[in-house]
């Protein structure tokens, strides 16, 4: 037998091997929502893991963000294994989350249909209802589930060609066109705006690419990046890529800088209208520890960001070694990109007729 002492000073006597979920339907009306999680000796422990000695048992409610955390986890838990029930084939990859949403990609030779998204989330409703238990045999995920589906409600699965800002994006960087004098594109709005100005689609990569990487320059003239040190660096935190013969293939891109391991970094039109960065020159110092703690709370699998932290240390705070670079580019563009090149009558902007410095012509 192991003694339990509980959160409000009982005691109670249980064999080994029991679990705390019967003590959390018990004392689940001293809660104002569901009991997701145990605490046991300090540590957070599943509902349903089996005990083996005394201790002191709390309980995380699914209000608050140790709750919330069990929550994601548990809803990812439920559609990756209803996905791989229905498509035993497909291979789901979970992402970054985009605003309130999670990232999820189907990876395999069949790809899936929105009917098929559909059945996923009939099913994935079915399990909810039946309040199926939550039993994570294989190791999915990385921490605690709640003990079944039961309240799991609050959820929607989409197509990524259905997100509601596309037409608005679309029509954003179709008027930039012809009413802004030059259009910076960052990261995921960078792959936007090569993908609708000129056709060039993403690739996922095997896997994510996040860190602080060595970049050099390639074309050394541009003024986008007048002052640069010869090397210089740059967070990444992304999932995919855009290849550099597919940008290559157009004569209107010129590729500025890149990294042997992030790829291409930096891309604009011959003139600058239109410049696209691949990386986060714009982070603080703590963005990539924040991303990295909140997948890594939820249970993702994440890796340490690469030269971030000293020896990759997560114990130790973070060396910046980028915000030179950052400030010199935004600089230059602002300087050279904006100010000093906007026509004085907006009427002048267009596709055409804006005359810009030589050093941004390159050849």
Known sequence: MITLTLYNGETRHMPKGSTLLPLAEEFAKDFATPIVEGIFNGE???LQAPLQEDGTVDFIELKGEDGMRVYVRSLLFLFIVTSKKLYPDVEVEVHNTLGSALHCVFKGENKL?????KLIEAEMRKLVEEKAPLKDEDGLMLGALGPNAGYITDFKLMPFEEVEYWDELVEIMEWSKTNVHSTFHICWGAQAGLYYHYGIN???MDEKMFGVFPHVLEKKKSILFRGSDDIFYVPH???TTVDREDIEKDPRLKIIASSEEAGVYAIHTDGGKQVFIMGHSEYDPRTLEKEYLRDK???????????????DDDTKDPLVTWRAHANLLYSNWLNYFVYQTSPYDITKISNDNVAYPEPMKLD
């Open 44 to 46: 957070t422990i599943d």
């Open 113 to 117: 249909s929105a009917k098929a998204l």
């Open 202 to 204: 993403k690739r996922i």
């Open 237 to 239: 935190s992304r999932h």
């Open 297 to 311: 709370n939820a249970g993702l699998e994440i890796a340490v960001p690469k030269n971030y932290y000293p020896n």
